[in-house]
């Protein structure tokens, strides 16, 4: 599939600016990413995602598992795995994650934990480090949102569907493309691995 050239994306008012007030603002620009939902070796559910600035492959995810829901593998541009993400068989009323450093074969300490809250589009996240994060997310308008609350409530990453540009600002390329855009002070690979747990709750 022939790719275009990434554009700059319109810039819009998003929450990062409401939030600086509830809590110490990060230094330096927001990294934005392009998101493909779908695999290079494979024809099915995977993900490619690219750095706009650069126009480079960073990360990348091939699912081999019938369930893609159950574990996922998120590599980098050369297929060194850099965390799995594992979901709890426990039987439960609220869907539980958890994220381990590199490849696992058994089950170790991971270092995210993610559950799902009741009845609602919102899922807490826990990190082996204290930092606490909650991602919020609209199914309908293809956005998603991930703050962390550890002290206060600060923007840290967001998802939108992908627009052309500037040249034809509300035109979306295709339902599987999308933004990520990661804020400074936010772990890009982190930011990618809740991003992949929020796409299979929803």
Same mark, same amino acid.
């Given at each position: ?6 554009h ?19 230094s ?8 493909w939902?779908?695999?290079l070796?494979?024809? #099915? ?17 091939d ?9 996922m ?14 979901r ?19 089950? #170790? ?36 949102k ?27 390329i295709?339902?599987?493309v ?25």
């Amino acid at each position: 599939m022939k790719r275009s050239r990434v554009h700059e994306e319109p810039k819009v008012a998003s929450d990062h600016a409401k939030s600086i007030s509830k809590a110490k603002a990060f230094s330096g620009s927001a990294n934005k990413l392009t998101i493909w939902q779908k695999s290079l070796l494979f024809n #099915g559910r995977g993900y490619t995602v690219y750095d706009n600035s650069t126009g480079r492959l960073i990360f990348r995810v091939d699912n081999y598992a019938s369930d893609w829901r159950m574990e996922m593998f998120l590599m980098d541009s050369t297929g060194n795995v850099l965390f799995t993400i594992k979901r709890s068989p426990k039987l439960s009323f609220l869907e539980r994650w958890e994220v381990f450093r590199g490849e696992i074969k058994d089950e #170790g300490k991971p270092f995210i934990k993610a559950r799902k809250a009741f009845g609602i589009a919102s899922c807490k996240v826990s990190s082996a480090a204290g930092d606490e994060y909650e991602m919020r997310w609209s199914a309908g308008e293809g956005w998603s949102k991930i703050y962390q609350t550890t002290a206060g409530t600060l923007l840290v990453a967001e998802v939108n569907r992908k627009q052309l540009g500037k040249a034809t600002p509300g035109f979306l390329i295709g339902k599987d493309v999308y933004s990520l855009t990661v804020y400074p002070g936010m772990d890009q690979a982190t930011a990618m691995a809740l991003v992949m747990i929020n796409d299979a709750i929803r």
